[in-house]
């Protein structure tokens, strides 16, 4: 792995519900009134792209203010948790067989050029779709390079400061490494670049013992 993927440490996560699929530009369009994504010649179900950190954090805000909800993007721990299908030992989301990554992820090597629509590839253990590849996905942390010799083990968010957040997963330009589960891409927070994208969780809300009874 590369240098702000180590030292190897243990982290546990809380319950959270995650997006089966990358925000789709349908549904960035249903919620905010445009598109502004650099493939929209690729249709609605397609992954929303160059948008921001900033950007998300304002389509967060107007969902929840919709639905009512508490939608979010996933810490980076959260996010490779899931993109390693629980917690496995998956080199790529779903796979460690190179000659298999075909099947679960749009790269370099049969991307032409572009992202493609959501869930057309296999999904994962966790029935996650995307997960490596097709578009970068914001994660809610601030990047420090350092972070993970002095990160908490339960329930890591990152730094508490900086300009640069955390994107995950690669893109469909990516060779293997760069689509691999423990890559990190540190972008400022306000960068739209055509290969942005994301998706949301929404935290598990956990009822206190007496109103479960």
């Known amino acids: 792995g590369d240098r ?12 959270v519900y995650m997006g089966k699929h990358e925000v789709t530009q349908g549904e960035w369009k249903k919620i905010m009134g445009s598109n502004p994504s650099g493939f929209a010649d690729c249709g609605p179900k397609c992954p929303v792209n160059r948008v921001s950190w900033d950007d998300v954090q304002s389509f967060i805000s107007r969902l929840n203010q919709l639905s009512g909800r508490h ?3 996933p ?3 959260e996010w490779e948790y899931a993109a390693r299908s629980g917690g496995k030992s998956e080199k790529w989301a779903g796979t ?20 493609h629509p959501v869930g057309q590839k296999q999904p994962n253990g966790l029935g996650l ?3 490596s590849g097709n578009v970068w996905e914001w ?6 390079a350092t972070y993970y010799k002095q990160s908490p083990k339960d329930d890591p968010t990152g730094p508490g400061r900086g300009s640069s957040c955390v994107l995950r997963g690669g893109a469909w330009y990516g060779k ?3 689509i691999r589960t423990s890559n990190r891409l540190e972008k400022n927070q306000d960068a739209k ?15 206190a013992p007496e109103k479960r009874q």
């Open 176 to 178: 293997p490494k760069a």
């Open 129 to 131: 779709y995307d997960m």
């Open 4 to 15: 702000d993927e180590k030292p190897v440490h243990e982290v546990c996560v809380g319950d």
């Open 96 to 115: 460690n067989s190179k000659s298999s990554l075909s099947d679960f992820s749009w790269y370099a090597a049969n991307s032409t050029g572009r992202p």
């Open 139 to 144: 994660c809610g942390d601030r990047y420090d």
């Open 193 to 207: 670049e055509l290969y942005n994208g994301f998706r949301l969780v929404l935290p598990v809300v956990q009822e």
């Open 71 to 73: 939608y979010q993007l």
């Open 75 to 77: 810490t980076e721990a």
